[in-house]
């Protein structure tokens, strides 16, 4: 494709004013390819990796498209419908949305749990473009605060990881709601079975849209793997950050409770540590993005869930204390760094009871990742694997022959 510039993607000139305002200078491969069909009215399926600039790719032609074509006889009647799967990614495409709406007369309403209902309905009368959670938007629904019928664009941001916290019960219900006639853009750092079979279900004749290879890691970020026993790992990462005087770093566990118990730890060891979870409150959560955001909080340790939308441009450092269950939550974790082109490092601590989930994530990047050991930090020869049912001979022969065939396991859901 031949456009390299904003103004050559034919958006409206207030567009191009608050992205000049911005100082964004040239549309990133995500943007170029994606803003002409959107533009077109075609339905979309796209993928691209966390900081590659996604948000703006749908933003910006959907605002163009508000700012030039006829609007409803009806004030404050909702037209764009953009659903996020947590409540940080809400905040973060809603702050992309203000960012090159400003200037133009388009209002928004930002929806999600955990605070107060009132301030939401009150922006509802009057907004243009909702971006919501689900488990919200279908709130207001029942409440009666918001009208859909008039909606002719539906976003699905970070589709895969909606279905991974179980919330194809709630899509259904709200696509009850929505014209059937609307435009559907759907984006996902990851493509699986089940993102294709809700796509068959939402989109037609989507055009698909892929920047990098399908499920893979961004190139800029520095994947590194050491093995280590389960009962060094903290004493392994104090020593890392310690030891290279290592800033803002995410690190990645499991439970809500390892992360609790991490962050504790780590603040023994001198560390300035917070942690993020779901079962903190909102408040909570965003005052430790904020202090690990500003430098108060060295180190930031969250779940996967936690983690999604956190927009930290300069983050350098993603240390996965456990691997994920899911492979493909190990391509959104790493995705927190390495963005907009900057520099990044990755790194994982795998025991020997993670063996196979390391295997999994192999399969699913289609590259091998070879574990090293840190010296002082050397794994116990001596010991031997949990009773797993996935740690057997004949487990590890299947990890070998979907590795060649290029297939995978389903991922466990989450419930």
Same mark, same amino acid.
């Given at each position: ?5 904003? !103004? $050559? ?36 399926? %796209? ?12 933003? *910006? ?21 953009? *659903? ?18 400003? %200037? ?44 859909? $019928? ?25 696509l009850r709601h929505i014209p059937g006639d609307r435009q559907t853009l759907l984006f996902s750092a990851t493509f699986d079975d089940s993102v ?45 950050? %310690?030891?290279?005087? /290592? ?27 917070? $942690?993020?979870? #779901? ?29 999604? #939308?956190?927009?930290? !441009? ?30 990044? *490092?990755?790194? !994982?601590?795998? !025991?020997?009871?993670?063996? /196979? ?15 090293? /050991? ?42």
């Amino acid at each position: 494709m031949s456009a390299t510039t904003f !103004s $050559s993607l034919n958006l409206d000139p207030l567009l191009l004013t608050a992205i000049e305002q911005n100082n964004y200078t040239q549309p990133t491969a995500i943007q170029i390819k994606t803003i002409p069909p959107i533009l077109a009215g075609s339905d979309v399926m %796209g993928s691209a990796q966390t900081g590659t600039g996604k948000t703006a790719a749908f933003v *910006l032609p959907l605002l163009h498209k508000l700012l030039n074509t006829p609007k409803k006889d009806e004030p404050g009647i909702a037209r764009v419908v953009i *659903l996020t799967p947590t409540r940080e990614l809400a905040q973060q495409v809603f702050a992309s949305f203000e960012k090159y709406a400003q %200037g133009t007369n388009i209002n928004g309403a930002l929806a999600y749990g955990g605070v107060s209902i009132g301030p939401q309905i009150k922006a509802l009368k009057t907004a243009q473009v909702i971006v919501a959670t689900p488990g919200r938007l279908l709130d207001h629904i029942v409440k009666g605060s918001v009208v859909l $019928s008039s909606v002719d664009s539906l976003v699905f941001d970070e589709a895969d990881r909606m279905l991974d916290m179980g919330f194809i019960d709630e899509i259904r219900r709200i696509l009850r709601h929505i014209p059937g006639d609307r435009q559907t853009l759907l984006f996902s750092a990851t493509f699986d079975d089940s993102v294709f079979e809700l796509s068959k279900k939402l989109l037609k004749n989507p055009e698909l849209i892929e920047v990098d290879k399908r499920n893979s890691a961004a190139v800029e970020v520095e994947q590194v793997i050491y093995a280590v026993d389960e009962d060094r790992k903290r004493e392994l990462v104090s020593h890392m950050i %310690g030891m290279k005087n /290592w800033r803002q770093v995410l690190i990645f566990t499991r439970t809500k409770q390892m992360a609790d118990q991490l962050a504790k730890e780590m603040c023994k060891d001198g560390l300035k540590t917070e $942690s993020i979870h #779901g079962d903190k409150s909102q408040g909570a959560r965003d005052r430790a993005l904020q202090n690990f955001k500003e430098g108060i909080t060295r180190v930031l340790v969250a779940t996967d869930v936690a983690a999604r #939308g956190l927009d930290i !441009s300069t983050l350098r450092y993603v240390i996965n204390f456990e691997l994920p269950y899911i492979a493909e939550d190990y391509v959104h974790r790493i995705g927190r760094t390495g963005r907009a082109g900057e520099q990044g *490092l990755a790194m !994982s601590l795998v !025991s020997l009871d993670e063996q /196979w989930l390391l295997e999994e994530i192999e399969v699913l990047l289609d590259t091998r990742l070879t574990p090293q /050991w840190l010296e002082g930090y050397e794994p116990d020869p001596n010991k031997k694997p949990k009773d797993n049912r996935k740690n057997t001979n004949k487990s590890r022969k299947d990890r070998d022959k979907k590795r060649i065939t290029g297939k995978r396991e389903p991922s466990r859901r989450r419930k």
